[in-house]
């Protein structure tokens, strides 16, 4: 049995694709996303999120041997790959590709923690340029860089323009947060050839992440 864990927007496609392999599954989503649902899925799903007691028995009375991840909310991604290790089932975060998930550029760096950029940093020399959020910021400071240039001390006009006011602060090495902002960072930073550390927004290590029906398929033969 197959336990698809929605809320995300392809929900419909996974229980959809699952059926037309005739797999069994059973559908787990939040009320509001269940209305969406048509008929013959709805019909199979529970309505409300579950605690981790209720997750390791919903495993167990259902004969669950994979789970398929989604969800929304980093809570119930970190208890179900905890069930899923502790039940020894096979655990599988469904997303599609984001657009940090597409670049290619060599000379950019995806990291989820601070401590992953250390030596790029200090490597690449001075001045940096940097757009993260408070906590991040702080971890930063830690590192006694020399000479930083913040996003909040630049004008409007300076932010629109990024590669002009990188080629006129010299800037080296760009460290942001994954944001709305990311693909006029990676074009500036392309254009003047430096290169740009980006801080992941979603910090979570999946075991398997699929974000193709086809790359899901791949794990579906022996269940």
């Not at 669950?64 to 929304?72: A, G």
């Not at 006029?184 to 392309?190: L, T």
Request: charged residues 30%.
């Amino acid at each position: 049995m197959i336990w698809v864990v929605g809320g995300g927007p392809k929900s419909y496609q996974i229980c959809q694709h699952l059926k037309q392999l005739q797999k069994d599954y059973k559908l787990t989503t939040i009320t509001d996303y269940k209305r969406d649902m048509p008929l013959s899925y709805t019909s199979k799903a529970l309505s409300r999120p579950l605690d981790e007691e209720e997750i390791s028995a919903f495993i167990k009375k259902e004969k669950i041997q994979l789970v398929i991840d989604h969800s929304y909310g980093n809570t119930i991604t970190r208890q179900l790959m905890q069930q899923c290790e502790a039940n020894h089932i096979v655990y599988i975060r469904y997303e599609e590709a984001a657009y940090i998930d597409q670049i290619t550029d060599e000379k950019v760096k995806v990291i989820t923690e601070i401590e992953e950029a250390v030596d790029l940093l200090k490597a690449d020399g001075i001045p940096i340029f940097i757009d993260l959020n408070r906590k991040a910021k702080k971890e930063l400071a830690c590192l006694n860089l020399k000479k930083c240039i913040y996003k909040e001390e630049i004008s409007i006009q300076d932010v629109l323009n990024l590669q002009e006011t990188f080629e006129r602060h010299y800037i080296s090495t760009a460290i942001v947060q994954e944001s709305e902002s990311l693909p006029s960072y990676v074009e500036a930073c392309k254009a003047i050839d430096i290169p740009l550390i980006i801080m992941r927004k979603n910090k979570i290590k999946y075991t398997i992440r699929c974000m193709t029906l086809t790359e899901l398929e791949e794990y579906l033969h022996e269940v």
